[in-house]
T-cell receptor, first 110, second 115 residues
Framework: GQQVMQIPQYQHVQEGEDFTTYCNSS?????IQWYKQRPGGHPVFLIQ?????EVKKQKRLTFQFGEAKKNSSLHITATQTTDVGTYFC??????????FGPGTRLSVLP | DTGVSQDPRHKITKRGQNVTFRCDPI?????LYWYRQTLGQGPEFLTY????????KSRLLSDRFSAERPKGSFSTLEIQRTEQGDSAMYLC?????????????FGPGTRLTVT
C-alpha cells in the first residue's frame, strides 16, 4: 500500500534559524496537503499542492511539490516560538484518501 | 474554533466494553472522516462518508469498528469489545470540496483509554 515518510522525525532550532521538513511517498501522488498540530491540539490545514513542481508561499512558509509528484517539502524562514508543533504531510493518490506521514516535531528555543 | 465538535472528549473504559463516539461536522460539509492517532504518529485513516454514504473503510479497521452517518449530518463511531490496543485519540474531520481542494477541518478528538 501507499506509504508516506517524513524526515527528520524531530528538529530543534534556535529562534531565528530556518527549518525544513521533507515528505516522501512510495507512489506518485495526485496532490499533497500539509497540516500543523500544536502540542495538545488537533491538525490544522496549511496548504494543498497539486501541480508538478509547484511552489507556494505563506508568509515565512514555503511549500514545494516535487517534479515527479512523489515528494514535497516545507521550509520555514526565521523560525519563531509560535512555529512550535508537529508538521504532517498527507499524500493522496487519485481516487483514494489521504495518507498522513508520521510528522516532524519542531522545537524552537528562544 | 474549527466548527467540528466531538463528544465525549475523554473516555475511559474497561476491556471488553463497547464505546460510541459522536462527531458533529461543519454543517455545509458533505464529507466526514474518522482517523485514529497514537502518540508520535500521524492520523491514520479509518473511514469516510460522502453525505450519508460510507465510501471507504480502511483494511486496518477490524469488524469491531463500525461507523454511521444517518441523514448525512452527525456521525457515530462504535467500537465493540474494546481492547487495550484501541487506546488512542479518535479524530473526526469534515471537508467540502472547493476548486479541487479538500481542506479537512479536524475536531478536538476523543481520547480513549482502555484499561
Amino acid at each position: 500500500g501507499q506509504q508516506v515518510m517524513q524526515i527528520p522525525q524531530y528538529q530543534h532550532v534556535q529562534e531565528g534559524e530556518d527549518f525544513t521538513t521533507y515528505c516522501n511517498s512510495s507512489t506518485t501522488l495526485s496532490n499533497i496537503q500539509w497540516y500543523k498540530q500544536r502540542p495538545g491540539g488537533h491538525p490544522v490545514f496549511l496548504i494543498q499542492l497539486v501541480k508538478s513542481g509547484e511552489v507556494k508561499k505563506q508568509k515565512r512558509l514555503t511549500f514545494q511539490f516535487g517534479e515527479a509528484k512523489k515528494n514535497s517539502s516545507l521550509h520555514i524562514t526565521a523560525t519563531q516560538t509560535t512555529d512550535v508543533g508537529t508538521y504532517f504531510c498527507a499524500g493522496r493518490r487519485f481516487g483514494q484518501n489521504f495518507v498522513f506521514g508520521p510528522g516532524t516535531r519542531l522545537s524552537v528555543l528562544p | 474554533d474549527t466548527g467540528v465538535s466531538q463528544d465525549p472528549r475523554h473516555k475511559i473504559t474497561k476491556r471488553g466494553q463497547n464505546v460510541t463516539f459522536r462527531c458533529d461536522p461543519i454543517s455545509e460539509h458533505n464529507r466526514l472522516y474518522w482517523y485514529r492517532q497514537t502518540l508520535g504518529q500521524g492520523p491514520e485513516f479509518l473511514t469516510y462518508f460522502q453525505n450519508e454514504a460510507q465510501l471507504e473503510k480502511s483494511r486496518l479497521l477490524s469488524d469491531r469498528f463500525s461507523a454511521e452517518r444517518p441523514k448525512g449530518s452527525f456521525s457515530t463511531l462504535e467500537i465493540q469489545r474494546t481492547e487495550q490496543g484501541d487506546s488512542a485519540m479518535y479524530l473526526c474531520a469534515s471537508s467540502l470540496e472547493r476548486r479541487g481542494i479538500y481542506e479537512q477541518y479536524f475536531g478536538p478528538g476523543t481520547r480513549l483509554t482502555v484499561t
